[in-house]
């Protein structure tokens, strides 16, 4: 079993006006075997966090600690953290022009597996692995991301967390943007992902549509910089009913 462990992690971004400090003394342990949904409002800080244990050069840290089965992730660069096991899937996948999705996926694989997979061996697991998302194969020779629409976007963002199967997966509202039959396709291939290995996943969203699909052990609120509740799957229940209000007060969180 592995452990992705976030200790009082505080965090910050340089704005016009200084430093503002986002995230406020998160505490947050994931084991492999478990999915933690991360729930809260617009500009609570759950997109802060991902990038932040991701390594985004926009987040500064300013006191806290990230560990991976005790290896300290704030002392690695991205490449490293990626190798030690941790994977982000992004809300807004940026396009690569001229860099192939079939290259770019080989080349994922062989930096995380320490050398490159056998050709045979992986155009098969590459081709299974896309029509089990309901990829064109066609796809394969495109250039990454670029001209594709949101949901094949996020289609390929859990394409390539099925062929590097990290430790844990950090998915930032995978959701956004798709459709029913594309939430479908996504959920089933994360869901295959937690079934088919040692994996932990913490799915940061705003609604419960995709833990209908994707049943998460804890749901957790953020609120203000930090997580405010922590529950069952009931708790997400209960903020399809009542909203975050009572986590807010009524008060809009400011955008981040």
Known sequence: MS???IKDLHVSVATDDGAKEILKGVDLTVRTGETHAIMGPNGSGKSTLAYAIAGHPKYQIASGSVTLDGQDLLELPVDERARAGLFLAMQYPVEVPGVSMANFLR??????????PKLRTWVKEVKGAMADLDIDPDFAERSVNEGFSGGEKKRHEVLQLALLKPKFAILDETDSGLD?????VVSEGVNRYREGADTGVLLI???TRILQHIRPDRV???????VVESGGPELADELERSGYVRFTGGKAEAAV
């Open 180 to 184: 029913v039959d594309a939430l479908r």
């Open 220 to 226: 957790h609120v953020f609120a203000g910089g930090r």
């Open 205 to 207: 969203t705003h609604y």
């Open 3 to 5: 452990t992705l462990e």
């Open 107 to 116: 080349s994922a694989a062989t930096a995380v597996r320490g050398e490159a």
